[in-house]
Each structure stands twice: as structure tokens, then as C-alpha cells.
């Protein structure tokens, strides 16, 4: 019993950490890769040194010139920041927004499959699971534009509902195809049928399962990375789908009013959708922890499979950030467009293909 | 067209008793001054639409309306332009202190709309059939009119101090 | 089939508001997303600009003119300096002619980039807006090269202008002229025919040429409505009849003609031609003379009268109307401004009915206001 | 098993407060958020049955899909803040009455049936047999219940579209 316990403090802990280090990388990445793309430096200043001596009250130097430090000094920040709720909120639905929120994005790390034994729960729905606990996060959403009695928030929080539950339809048909090529939902099963060179990626059709055969569903599924792609981006309210948090529209959509460590919890929250996001293409598309090359996967370096699986996210993640500060904002109508007259009838094109290539093909 | 052909053209259609006087530059009795033509201030709205819709004159821009204190008087000065003729006028519409009222051009033109609110706003002159005859830059309940010349600025709004004690009352 | 009854949600946009482009309040009535009405509310930044120069000598009141319209300080301070002078006759020699079109079409550039950047950016679009700001620093450095400051210049004189400028600062502005071209190429391609930036851009906020007429849009939004009316070229003012330039007008290319997406593009166009003037004012400009010359020393010589000049400034068609009791008054008895943003912005309860939130905002971006220049 | 149980008592506790909340509370939007946690503890109550499955689908269709839905239609009320059930729980005695009746009713038949207790066979991959069974014993309902959507579907789009002028198109 004392095992099982610790056990699963462990896990949280671990899980805890990962969520943790994946939103500051991907906040102090968002930074620099912004600024290069805009001409401009991004953090310079803050490095580990002179955070320590900032926090110890020691002169503070200026070193650590490329700002590594930066997303960390700005989680103190908000830490130390006034938690201010607004007059007319309802207090305790304000308080468990943000806790909902991150709960949603936080238990989809379980099933993440960072390697062949590095699961933290491998249940056998693993992709439903994370299909299904993420559409609880829809809810912190709403209650979080509704509580803070704003009515920017409410209409951000509207307009994620409604985004979030329409590409909901598109992200999951595009996932069936592969689960019906697959014949599991388990994320590790998913992956492990991937093994080898990388054209058996899911990517490159499905010659991993059938041999050269499994080319003639290459036009599939690319169009169903994209099509899951586009909808990852919509789910986790980026750009150029960001229009619940539309600073120039909304001001900040439905956390206008959260300020200090709720507001990062949002924030963390967001980027660790992001890295789930990413994750989860990764692992279905893209061969999850295997290289690609099997003389690497073969060789037994410790570590080397979580850190290929990381990169390839990470590398997912950067054109997630280039697409950000590259495009304008679609409006909420042709957002919807988007969703219900392109994404959905061509997913369930490529849904089809799949299954007649399953029936009558092989 | 010539201010005075513009002039003889609303005498004609209007008659005296509307269209009062025309000035250029050699009339005036200032030193510089372009032309214009006096109006009655009630008769505004039908000059203007007039002024609009003839299709000689065609003036379809008003490109400003100020108000100016001429210390008994209040007068409105109506700069128009014409696009498609390629000529301007400037009508300028007097009227007295006391019960300031001009015929507004604000169904004529969509822009006098806002600048006679400004003018209001700054002069207290009232518009009469203005559909939307409120302040426009100073607030709803702002008392008395700042661009006239005998404005007093108020030490207290609202309670607050707006005019500290030292400035006031001296300049 | 029975309506089904809704009712109206009352937001309130601004005063503090990323994109209401300083301190303007709307209220809007919407339906969902859809507005059913826009009611601008101003006066956040009145500075009784027109109360204050009722009690100042003329040369006083051209830095008030800077705090205008902050984004193009030198236009303002030439609006009002042509006032001024056609009222005294004065002749601007040769040399303060072409420096005034030089750093007014400088700061021409310079406030379209705002008007074009924050566009994007109210869009979405976060990249070009910086890219372009990058262009303004350059122009920034030059004019404060020039005046000595770098937004509120005080520059454009009644008779003259304040500074000399070097033969170096000339070559600095030949350079850039050059390094400025492929930038706003690059725009293009990173924003002005982005498939989204098309979508969210066109067809929206459609100002058809006679309302456009009717609600006093002047400058590059009335030209976006596809009329070629420009004060440069149709009543050239000061030596602009010297140049060759064209004025770019909306075609409604990608959508309907006088959309959001045309007054944009003409802003962009215009960058262009500025350029090409700025150029020829280079070759035509001679260094030597005096600046200083036809400054007036004060103005007890002021005529009696009143006068009513426009030019035209990056928002469109300034007018200021001056009158004047004569020599024995330094201070102008009354001095009106026609502000081109005040008056573009009238047509947003217009147009406002039935677009959505989010062209809202696009509409305001799109007609340049800046709340300066709205509320004096 | 005891810390099977424990956890067992906890999220039975959990969603029996939170379906007391969504009957006994005074703000329309709390008994909202309330029936949500309900149908996320009712998932959880299907994990304990072995029935992950149809605990994810509980999750995606219930909690990410009808509450949503449910408190999209609340949030758009005018007033929301000032709404509240009150007005109209009147009949608060005949009301109770008929609770208690039924909940006697049922903890009589909950004694009364002699229950047969069966080791349940964990079944290693559900999705597989829920799927055959759907396309072999329970076809004719798995069909209905599809029909029966798209007429629903059908029909919010017929009442979405609000104007004659559409209707020509």
C-alpha cells in the first residue's frame, strides 16, 4: 500500500515537473523565436546568476546575456503579484477556473508516451482518454469568462466554447483513421506499430502495417496531419485561431480579469495544451519516441528515446510559434467556416479512404 | 461658379428675405477674406439642401463648421466644397446671443451632423430638427459654452477642483 | 416559422481599450457578435486646443499643433503655418519650401506606418507591425536630426523653418529612400495579400463614394473609396506643382471598392509616392539661403480678416480657419481646426449596423483616427 | 481493496453533493456547473466498473459536449447573475413527499432483489467488443438512435435559420 502511494506521488510529481519545464521552455522559445522573426532581440538580461543574486539581494550583474532565466523571473513575478478579484465576480467559481483549466490539461500528460516504458498510465484507451479529459477543460473556460463578470470575458469564453467544441469533430475523426489502421487506442500500441524506418510512419501511409501497399494512403493522411494539425492550433486557441483571447478584440478574452499566479496558471495551462497538442501528432503521425532509423532506436542509449520524442515535439511546437507570428487573425464566422465546411468533409473523406482500404484493400 | 453667380442663383430661388448678402474680396471691409454669402440662419436647412442637390452647384461636401463669438452675435461659418464641380463657398449664418438658432444641415450632409454637435458644444448654438443634438467632446452635463469669449472657467466640476485656487480668477 | 426574440447585449469598448487607437469609448449594442449599434463617445483627450490659441501669439501655437495629431506632427505645423501665412503674404523662401516637403513627407511615411502597422496588429498580425516600425525609428533619427526632437518637432515655422539641416543629412536621407523600397515590398508579400488578412480585410466596412463624400472622408480614406482627390495635386499648395507623383486610389481589387482592405492599400501606395517626392525634392534643393529670412519678427502687421486653408496631412484634408481683429492683437480671435479624423470617424454610427464585433475593430484600424486630432 | 473502496466511497460522495447542488441551489448557472462535476463523477463511478470505455464517452458526450451546451444556453440569458430557481420550487412539501416515496421504494427493492454476485471477467479491450457488439446484436438501435440524431440535426439547422430570406437559398 505505502508503494502504491508513493507511487503515484511520484508520478504527480514527475508529471508536475514535466507540464512545469515544458511551459517555461516554451514560454522563454516563444520569446526568442518571436524576436528573431520581428527583427528583435527578445530577453537579454536575465540569466541564472543574476537571478540568484536578485533573489538573494546581492548586486544584481548583467550576465547571462541570451535572458535564460526570463520565464522563470517572470514566474516570481506573478507569484509576488496583487491577486485582485473583481468586485461583482463570484468568488468561488473565479477561484476554481483557473484549477479547472489546468486540471484538464495537466491529466493529459499521463497518457503521453514520452518512451516504450516512460507511460505514466498506460491504459489501454490511452487517445480516447486524452480526447475525453480534454474537453473538460472547455468547462474551467466558461466558468472562468462567466465568474469574473466581464463581459469581454464572457464573450471569449463563448467563442473558445463553441471553437473548441467544433474542432473537437475534425481533430477526432482525423485520429480515427489511424486508430482503424492501427486496431488500438493505446498510445503505445499506436506508436509501437510505427517502429522501424521512418517511411513506416503513419504519415507516410501505412506501410508499417502492409508492406508498399500502404503508400496509396499516403495522400491521406497527410491531409489528416493537417487537417489535425489545424485543429490542434484552433483546440488550444493559438494563432491564427486565437480569437477567444484576441487582445486587440477582446482585450484578453476570458481570463481579462485574473491577474498574478492565476493568470500564469492559464498561461502554463495554454502551453502545456500546446505540448499535448504536439505530443499526441507526434506519436500518431510522426513515430513517437523512434528516430526514424533503427540502427538509433536499436543502440539502447539510456534517454535517447523521451529526448527524440521531446525534439520532434519541440520541432512541431516551433511552426505552431512561426504560424503565430506570421498570419493574421481569422473572425469568429470564418473560423467556423473553416471547421464545418473544410476540415470536417475532408476528414471524414480520409475517414472513409481508410476504411475502404482496410475492408477491400487488405 | 463664381460666389456672386452662387449668390444671384439661391437670391433667385430663395429671395432676398433668406440670402442676405454677398462679400468677396474687394466688397469686404477687412484686409483678407474669402468670399461669402449671408444667410438667415433659419433658412439653413432648405439653402443647404438646395445647395446639395442642384446639380449646377452640387456642393456634396461640407468640409467644416465653426462657430465664431462676434460679441453680440453668434454666427456659424459653413465651408463647402463641391467634388464634382471643382468650387467651394463659404456660408456664414448670424444669429443672436441670447436665443442662438440655426436651421441645421445635418439632414443634408452626414458629416454637419458631428460638427454641429461641436459647435453647440463649444457655443451653445441650438440646431433646430438636429436629429441627435448633444454634446460631443465636453461631457453630457458640462455647464456653459467654452468658446464663447465671456466663458468662465469653473474652479469646481463635480466636486472636483478643475481650476486651482491660485489661477483662478486671474487670467 | 416564429422569430425567435433576442435581446441586445450593451458593451462598452473603450475608453481603455487595445484597439479603440487611444481613449474613445463605444458603446456598442450587439446581437451575439453581431453589432446593432455604435456610439461613439469623445472627449477623453480634449486640450481646448482652440481656447488656448485665442490667448497665444501665433508662433506659440505651433507646438500646440504638434500635440494635434501626435503621429504627424510636421503636417500639422505646415497646416498651420500655411494658415498664417497666406493671411500675412509672406513668401517661404525656396530652400524652407522644399525642406518642408522633405520632413512632411518624411513624417507622411512615418504616420502611415503607424496607420498600416496597427492595422495589422488590430488584424492580428503582430510581425509586419514591427518590420515597419523599424523603417519609422530610421525616420525618427533623421527628423530629430533635423528639429531636434522626435515626435513633437516645432519645426515647420510661420515663414521658415526652425533648423539648417547638413548636405550629410540629405545623403542620410537619399539612404533612406533606398532602404525603405524593399521593406514595404516585403509587407506586401507578409500581409497586404495574405489570403487572411484579404478575408478579414475586405468586403468589410464598404464606404461607397457618395457616402464617403457625405461624411467628410478626406485624404487616403476618400481615395480608398475610389475618388482621386488629393490637395497635393488638385489645389497644390507651397511647390508641389513641382513634383511628379500619382494618387493611388481603391479599385476594390479584392473585394468591393471603398472596403477596409482598399484604404489600407492606398495607405501603402501612398508610402510609395511620398518616396518618389522626397527624391525629387532631393535633386531640387539648394543649400544655400537664408532660413530665417521671412520669420516674421511679431505680428503687428496682421491684416484684419479671417482665412480658411487646407492641406493635406497623412489623415486627410486639415483646414484651419483663422480669424484675425488686425495688427494691434497678437492672438488670432479665433482659430478653428477641421480635423479629417473627427470627421471620418462620424460615419462609424453609419456603418456600424449589422457587422461583427471583430469588424469593429477592423473599421476603426482601417479609417486612421488618432483621438489627438479627434478631440483637440 | 481498501483503497479501491475508499476511493469508491469519495467519488459516490462526490457526485451525490454535486447532484444535491443541482437540485437544491439558488443560482440557475451553480446547478449547471454542478450537473457538470455530477456526469465527470459519474465517469468515474464507470471506472470502477471496469468500463473505461464508456467512462471516456461519458466524459467527451456529457461533460465536454451537454453541460457544455446546457450552460451555453444559461450564459446567454439576460441577467444571469440575478437568475435563480426560487420562483419556481413552490411545492416544496408535495415535492418531498414524492422524493422520499421513491427513494422508500427503492431502498425496498434494493433489499428485496436477491442479487447475483459474479467475479467480473476483466475484458482487455473493450472498444473491440463494444464495436462488434454494436454492429452485430444491437444494430437495429445503433441505427434508430443515428437516424434520430440526424433528424435532430436537421432540425437545429432548420430553426437556426432565422430569416424567409434564407430559406430561398
Redesign the interface.
Known amino acids: 500500500?505505502d508503494n502504491?502511494f508513493l507511487w503515484i506521488a511520484i508520478t504527480l510529481g514527475a508529471m508536475v515537473g514535466l507540464v512545469s519545464v515544458v511551459g517555461i521552455v516554451s514560454i522563454y522559445l516563444e520569446r526568442k523565436i518571436?524576436a528573431f522573426?520581428?527583427?528583435?532581440l527578445g530577453p537579454m538580461e536575465v540569466g541564472f546568476g543574476s537571478l540568484v543574486n536578485a533573489i538573494a539581494g546581492k548586486e544584481v550583474l548583467r550576465e547571462g546575456r541570451i535572458g535564460l532565466a526570463q520565464s522563470l523571473a517572470d514566474g516570481l513575478k506573478l507569484l509576488q503579484k496583487e491577486d485582485i478579484i473583481p468586485d461583482?465576480a463570484?468568488k468561488f467559481?473565479f477561484k476554481l477556473a483557473p484549477m479547472i483549466v489546468f486540471a484538464g490539461t495537466f491529466s493529459t500528460f499521463a497518457a503521453l508516451p514520452l518512451a516504450e516504458y516512460f507511460i505514466p498510465a498506460d491504459?489501454?484507451?490511452g487517445l480516447?482518454?486524452i480526447?475525453?479529459?480534454s474537453?473538460?477543460g472547455?468547462?474551467g473556460i466558461?466558468?472562468a469568462?462567466?465568474s469574473s463578470?466581464n463581459?469581454?470575458g464572457?464573450?471569449g469564453?463563448?467563442?473558445s466554447?463553441?471553437q473548441m467544441?467544433s474542432y473537437?469533430i475534425p481533430v477526432g475523426v482525423s485520429l480515427v483513421s489511424i486508430v482503424m489502421l492501427t486496431?488500438?487506442?493505446s498510445m503505445k500500441g499506436i506508436v509501437v506499430a510505427q517502429e522501424g524506418w521512418f517511411w513506416n510512419w503513419h504519415l507516410f501511409g501505412a506501410v508499417g502495417h502492409h508492406g508498399l501497399i500502404g503508400f496509396v494512403l499516403l495522400p491521406m493522411m497527410v491531409i489528416n496531419f493537417i487537417a489535425y494539425f489545424i485543429g490542434s492550433l484552433a483546440e488550444t486557441n493559438r494563432?491564427?485561431f486565437?480569437?477567444p483571447e484576441?487582445?486587440?478584440?477582446l482585450?484578453a478574452g476570458y481570463h481579462t480579469e485574473y491577474t498574478g499566479m492565476r493568470f500564469a496558471i492559464f498561461f502554463l495551462a495554454e502551453y502545456g495544451a500546446i505540448f499535448v497538442g504536439n505530443a499526441i501528432a507526434v506519436a500518431l503521425f510522426l513515430g513517437g519516441w523512434y528516430s526514424g532509423i533503427p540502427a538509433i532506436d536499436q543502440a539502447n542509449i539510456p534517454g535517447i528515446a523521451p529526448l527524440v520524442f521531446i525534439l520532434k515535439t519541440f520541432v512541431l511546437i516551433f511552426v505552431v510559434m512561426w504560424i503565430r507570428?506570421?498570419?493574421?487573425?481569422?473572425?469568429?464566422?470564418?473560423l467556423m467556416t473553416l471547421c464545418w465546411k473544410y476540415l470536417i468533409p475532408f476528414t471524414l473523406f480520409t475517414f472513409f479512404s481508410v476504411a475502404i482500404y482496410k475492408v477491400f484493400i487488405v | 461658379m463664381t460666389p456672386e453667380e452662387i449668390f444671384n442663383k439661391l437670391k433667385d430661388k430663395f429671395g432676398e428675405s433668406k440670402i442676405l448678402s454677398v462679400h468677396n474680396n474687394e466688397s469686404a471691409e477687412v484686409d483678407i477674406c474669402d468670399p461669402f454669402i449671408n444667410i438667415e440662419p433659419l433658412a439653413m436647412t432648405e439653402v443647404a439642401k438646395f445647395l446639395k442637390n442642384d446639380s449646377e452647384l452640387a456642393f456634396d461636401q461640407c468640409c467644416c463648421i465653426s462657430g465664431v463669438d462676434l460679441g453680440d452675435d453668434l454666427q456659424a461659418v459653413y465651408h463647402l466644397y463641391s467634388f464634382n464641380q471643382k468650387h467651394k463657398i463659404c456660408l456664414k449664418a448670424t444669429t443672436n446671443r441670447e436665443n442662438p438658432a440655426i436651421g441645421t444641415t445635418a439632414l443634408t450632409w452626414g458629416i454637419s451632423g458631428w460638427l454641429e454637435r461641436e459647435t453647440y458644444d463649444m457655443f451653445g448654438i441650438i440646431f433646430k430638427n438636429h436629429p441627435d443634438h448633444r454634446r460631443i467632446l465636453l461631457e453630457e452635463d458640462w455647464e456653459g459654452y467654452p468658446l464663447r469669449k465671456d466663458y468662465e472657467f469653473p474652479r469646481y466640476w463635480r466636486g472636483m477642483e478643475v481650476t486651482p485656487e491660485e489661477d483662478y480668477g486671474t487670467d | 416559422m416564429e422569430q425567435i426574440k433576442t435581446d441586445l447585449m450593451t458593451i462598452n469598448m473603450g475608453p481603455q481599450h487595445p484597439s479603440t487607437h487611444g481613449v474613445l469609448r463605444l458603446e456598442l449594442k450587439t446581437d451575439g457578435e453581431i453589432v446593432d449599434s455604435c456610439r461613439p463617445y469623445l472627449g477623453y483627450l480634449h486640450r481646448c486646443f482652440e481656447k488656448h490659441c485665442e490667448s497665444l501669439d501665433y508662433l506659440k501655437i505651433v507646438p500646440f499643433t504638434d500635440r494635434m495629431d501626435y503621429l504627424a506632427a510636421m503636417n500639422n505645423n505646415w497646416a498651420f503655418a500655411l494658415a498664417v501665412e497666406k493671411m500675412m503674404g509672406i513668401e517661404v523662401p525656396e530652400k524652407c519650401e522644399y525642406l518642408r516637403v522633405i520632413v512632411s513627407e518624411l513624417n507622411r511615411i512615418a504616420s502611415h506606418i503607424i496607420a498600416f502597422g496597427t492595422f495589422g496588429l488590430d488584424i492580428g498580425a503582430f510581425t509586419p507591425f514591427l518590420l515597419a516600425f523599424n523603417q519609422r525609428e530610421l525616420i525618427f533619427d533623421l527628423l530629430e536630426e533635423a528639429s531636434g526632437a522626435r515626435m513633437l518637432y516645432n519645426y515647420i515655422w510661420v515663414g521658415g523653418v526652425a533648423r539648417d539641416v547638413t548636405s550629410e543629412w540629405l545623403k542620410k536621407v537619399k539612404g533612406f529612400c533606398e532602404s525603405y523600397k524593399p521593406v514595404i515590398n516585403e509587407i506586401d508579400d507578409l500581409l497586404s495579400y495574405n489570403k487572411i488578412f484579404v478575408s478579414r480585410a475586405a468586403n468589410v466596412g464598404i464606404v461607397p463614394k457618395d457616402l464617403a463624400i457625405d461624411y467628410g472622408f478626406t485624404g487616403p480614406n476618400l481615395r480608398g473609396s475610389g475618388i482621386e482627390f488629393d490637395l497635393r495635386k488638385d489645389e497644390p499648395y507651397s511647390i508641389y506643382d513641382k513634383f511628379d507623383f500619382d494618387v493611388p486610389i481603391g479599385s476594390g481589387e479584392e473585394g468591393t471598392l471603398g472596403d477596409c482592405w482598399d484604404r489600407y492599400m492606398c495607405r501603402i501606395r501612398e508610402t510609395r509616392e511620398s518616396i518618389k517626392i522626397i527624391e525629387q525634392a532631393l535633386e531640387g534643393i539648394s543649400l544655400e539661403g537664408d532660413i530665417y529670412e521671412a520669420v516674421p519678427k511679431n505680428f503687428n502687421k496682421m491684416p484684419k480678416g479671417e482665412v480658411y486653408v487646407r492641406s493635406e496631412t497623412p489623415r486627410g484634408e486639415m483646414g484651419i480657419y483663422i480669424v484675425s481683429e488686425g495688427g494691434k492683437a497678437p492672438t488670432p480671435y479665433r482659430c478653428k481646426v477641421r480635423s479629417p479624423a473627427f470627421c471620418a470617424l462620424s460615419i462609424l454610427e453609419k456603418i456600424a449596423k449589422g457587422v461583427m464585433i471583430s469588424d469593429i475593430i477592423v473599421i476603426l484600424g482601417s479609417i486612421d483616427i488618432v483621438l489627438g486630432e479627434v478631440d483637440r | 481493496m481498501v483503497i479501491a473502496d475508499f476511493a469508491f466511497i469519495l467519488v459516490a460522495a462526490f457526485v451525490l453533493i454535486c447532484a444535491c447542488v443541482v437540485v437544491f441551489h439558488n443560482k440557475i448557472i451553480y446547478s449547471a456547473f454542478a450537473l457538470l462535476f455530477c456526469f465527470f463523477g459519474v465517469a468515474g463511478l464507470y471506472v470502477f466498473l471496469n468500463a473505461e470505455f464508456l467512462a471516456g464517452t461519458q466524459l467527451l458526450v456529457y461533460v465536454g459536449g451537454i453541460s457544455v451546451l446546457i450552460l451555453f444556453g444559461i450564459l446567454l440569458t439576460k441577467n444571469i447573475e440575478d437568475l435563480t430557481s426560487k420562483e419556481v420550487s413552490t411545492q416544496k412539501i408535495f415535492g418531498g413527499l414524492i422524493s422520499v416515496t421513491f427513494l422508500g421504494g427503492l431502498i425496498y427493492m434494493v433489499n428485496s432483489v436477491d442479487w447475483k454476485v459474479s467475479t467480473p471477467k476483466p475484458i482487455e479491450n473493450s472498444p473491440v467488443e463494444i464495436g462488434k457488439l454494436f454492429m452485430s446484436d444491437f444494430l437495429i438501435p445503433f441505427e434508430i438512435a443515428g437516424v434520430l440524431l440526424l433528424v435532430a440535426l436537421i432540425g437545429a439547422v432548420v430553426i437556426g435559420r432565422d430569416t424567409d430570406k434564407d430559406l430561398e437559398v
Open positions: 500500500m502504491i518571436s522573426m520581428q527583427d528583435r461583482g463570484d467559481l491504459v489501454n484507451i480516447f482518454y480526447l475525453a479529459i474537453s473538460f472547455v468547462s466558461l466558468m469568462g462567466w463578470n463581459k469581454w464572457l464573450l469564453s463563448l467563442r466554447t463553441a467544441v473537437e486496431g488500438t487506442l494563432a491564427p486565437d480569437i484576441a487582445e486587440s478584440e482585450v507570428w506570421t498570419l493574421p487573425r481569422l473572425r469568429v464566422d470564418q
